[in-house]
């Protein structure tokens, strides 16, 4: 519990009930290896496409991401949606400078 900002009164803090499911350990170890084939695939991408993506898509996207644990569930990230060119150029050129640091 916390207390409220405007009082000496605790506020609840909402929480989401776990809902697990346990697998047999030959679903799991499957599971698991497919997880790692998909993941050693990911790779950091610096071209950007200019395919048109559907905002829905990009925003579940987003809401998945702001979804991974952390510390204290303060979410201590921003996500920014970048549809101009220039400016996706402009921050590829950017990340490679910085790497060069």
Known sequence: MIKSS???SP???PSIPLDYQEYPVEEVQQRALEYYENMKRR???R???TRHVPLDIIENCIRTADTAPNGANQHP???V???DQEIKSE???AAEKEELL
């Open 91 to 93: 921050i590829r050129q």
């Open 77 to 79: 990230w921003h996500f």
């Open 6 to 8: 405007n009082s000496n």
């Open 43 to 45: 790779r950091t991408v």
């Open 47 to 49: 071209d950007f496409s």
């Open 81 to 83: 949606v970048v549809s």
């Open 11 to 13: 506020a609840e803090i």
